[in-house]
Nanobody
Framework: VQLQASGGGLVQAGGSLRLSCAAS????????MAWFRQAPGKEREFVAS????????IYADSVKGRFTISKDNAKNMAYLQMNSLKPEDTAVYYC???????WGQGTQVTVSS
């Protein structure tokens, strides 16, 4: 599976962004998807995951209530809707598929205060 993340950018605190992860080479209908992020000087951290069925979702405490993960099997896409963004959300965001077997390149999210 090849993954292509997009949708990052510069946004003011309190704003919103929607990240997209386009999958190719294989259907994601039988794959769970996840988002991770890595801030400068920090280790990569888990943000959110969604089960292959799209029913079960897990969020890091730091984003719970602000971020929403989803997947569209028909379009072979996964998404991360990010609302009420904070400067501490600034990071490179990565999508993964399967049991983190597959990774896309990152997309930069910068939140200004």
């Amino acid at each position: 599976v090849q993954l292509q993340a997009s949708g990052g950018g510069l946004v003011q605190a309190g704003g919103s962004l929607r990240l997209s992860c386009a999958a190719s080479g294989r259907s994601i209908s039988n794959l769970g998807m996840a988002w991770f992020r890595q801030a400068p000087g920090k280790e990569r951290e888990f943000v959110a995951s969604i089960a292959r069925t799209g029913i079960s979702k897990i969020y890091a405490d730091s984003v719970k209530g602000r971020f929403t993960i989803s997947k569209d099997n028909a379009k072979n896409m996964a998404y991360l809707q990010m609302n009420s963004l904070k400067p501490e959300d600034t990071a490179v965001y990565y999508c993964s598929a399967g049991s983190n077997e597959y990774w896309g390149q990152g997309t930069q999210v910068t939140v200004s205060s």
